[in-house]
Nanobody, 119 residues
């Protein structure tokens, strides 16, 4: 079964940047679509960015122009570059399959990586 391992989180000040990385085990990475999700304390997990097998990307409106999702099929990794970070970005970030903007994947979640943006 595919497992996702997220890394790269940390503590940054408002306006700072972080680059998250997700390593996916298993085969057939290149034919799947993936998303970055986040869950803030007391809130539901939400989709932040997604990238299809063909490289098409989409983003939550509030992060457009500041976040960039990318993938490396040779390394089975998905990255999320986050610039101009705001305190509302504070959350645990996860990667998983992407099955549409309004749906959450049923596949198991990794441990996530904590992002904290100080004001």
């Amino acid at each position: 079964q595919v497992q996702f391992v997220e890394s790269g989180g940390g503590l940054v000040q408002t306006g700072g940047s972080l680059r998250l990385s997700c390593a996916a085990s298993g085969s057939a990475f290149n034919i799947n679509d993936f998303g970055w999700y986040r869950q803030a304390p007391g809130k539901q997990r939400e989709l932040v960015a997604a990238i299809t097998s063909g490289g098409t990307t989409n983003y939550k409106d509030s992060v457009k122009g500041r976040f960039t999702v990318s993938r490396d099929n040779a390394k089975n990794t998905v990255a999320l570059q986050m610039n101009s970070l705001l305190p509302e970005a504070t959350a645990v970030y996860y990667c998983n399959y992407y099955i549409g903007a309004r749906f959450q994947p049923s596949h198991s979640w990794g441990q996530g990586t904590q992002v904290t943006v100080s004001s």
